[in-house]
């Protein structure tokens, strides 16, 4: 029983720096448009690198559709939730009871005592 315990605690902490490199390599994933050095580019620079080289811009153009398209698949979900959320809520204020409104009471006159004079 040992050994199984000592084999088992020996793999969990071998595996443990496999998993810190997948996560390095998803993290260093470089996209076309943010390479290293150009945030230093000027606007013209940067119009005059995609226009030398086409394959560039046409990978830009192509990741910019993609994120184009998953903003509008994000909105047109956020809009069906809301009038689903809007739709649900109607439906519960129609099949509410009506709330019943209490009658009005009169207010009873309290007396004020008076102290008298006498000690």
């Given at each position: ?15 443990a ?5 997948d ?10 448009t ?30 910019e559709?993609?994120?184009e398209k998953?903003?509008a698949?994000?909105a047109?979900i ?16 129609k099949?509410a ?12 006159k309290k ?9």
């Amino acid at each position: 029983m040992r050994k199984l315990l000592v084999l088992l605690s020996a793999l969990l902490l071998g595996s443990a720096p496999a998993w810190a490199q997948d996560d390095a390599k998803a993290a260093a994933i470089i996209t076309p448009t943010s390479l290293p050095g150009e945030e230093e580019l000027s606007a013209q620079e940067r119009a005059e690198r995609d226009f030398l080289m086409p394959t560039r811009r046409k990978r830009a153009a192509a990741i910019e559709a993609v994120e184009e398209k998953a903003r509008a698949a994000e909105a047109a979900i956020e809009a069906t939730a809301k009038a689903a959320r809007l739709a649900a809520q109607v439906e519960a204020e129609k099949n509410a009871p009506p709330v019943p409104v209490p009658a009005p009471t009169e207010e009873r006159k309290k007396g004020v005592k008076h102290k008298t004079g006498r000690r």
